[in-house]
């Protein structure tokens, strides 16, 4: 416990707590997630609560765009390029920025220009802090209590994990803040000193966040509108409000649903729940049960079928140089988890048939 105290005390604990005197996970009841939600957006009661309370006010400013949408602009075509929008560019998009480069450093820009481009590739959403803060401690405490989206806690845990457990801890002291800062240094984001955090509650400032929400979306609506008059703008916004709101799906989802739902010879990771599912990989590079064994890496899709648009979307910037430089672990991953189990298979099926089901498990 003692070595991950900083972990352990990183985010803004519940007020109905990450575990019991046993060290069980509390699992809070969906009136008890709801209320703790309308206290930690309330910006009323005490504006630290800015960071939070910023999500909810883009949500209802996305949903103006999905009424005009539906109301005055709706076909079947824009309704596919919205669900496209939505699923495959702003999901590859999160994974690009806000997973591999924000949280895990997994490749670095050539120049600044090229990062605030990526940043910008889309309809914005999240504050960045608010992805990459919990997701460190996401990965120290997978399934967990403490884990920030914990599948054991439920479906609306993780639906709501935003609001109720991504939030920094309000005190922490200067150096374990600027240690919290630390991890948001290389992303561009403008940062709270120590004596801003107290006030703001927040690693990022709020004139800057708002800013980059203000002219991103000022010139996403006025470059669709161009291509496509108001009728693309509002689907793609509402595309963008579609991720948005089921992107939190991911969290429950992508660790099997609270269950342990490994395959042989697809999920290799058997240290936490999380499982490599078809569609997030496909369409966003979220090989999750990949991404557990090799976070650092900027490609996740190992397996010859495991598409990874994300690490397309990476190596091409390094082809042109964009990006400076990357990590990639597919040939560890292959050494040491699949072609050991291949040639397992084939030195002598009978008895390694058994061993390959336990061995690949090992980390
Ligand atoms: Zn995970
Ligand atoms: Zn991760």
Known sequence: MAKNSFIDNLLQTPSYGWQDENGE???????QLWRETFSRINVFKNKNNWISAISVVMIACLMPFAVKFFASYFSWKLVLLAVFYSMVIMGTHGTIWYHRYCTHKAYKFSHPIWRIMTQNLVIKTFPEEMYVLSHHVHHVKSDEPGDPY???GGFMYCMLSEFNHHSINKNLDEAEYRRAARFMEHSGVELNSYAQYRKWG???????TIANWALNWAFWYVAL???????LACALFTGAALWYIG???FNYTGHGKGEVKHQDGIDFDRSN?????VRPGLFAGEWHNNHHLYPGSAR?????????LAWIYIWTLHRIGMVASYKDSKAEFMRKYLNKEQSARTVEPAFNSQAAQHMPHRL
């Open 25 to 31: 996970l509390i699992v809070p009841t969906t009136r």
């Open 150 to 152: 914990n599948p054991r």
């Open 202 to 208: 927040s690693v990022a400032t709020p004139v800057a």
């Open 225 to 231: 509108f161009l291509i496509g008059g108001h009728a």
């Open 247 to 249: 992107v939190r799906a």
């Open 273 to 277: 729940l999380s499982v490599n599912q």
């Open 300 to 308: 996740a899709g190992f397996l010859p079928s495991q598409i990874d």
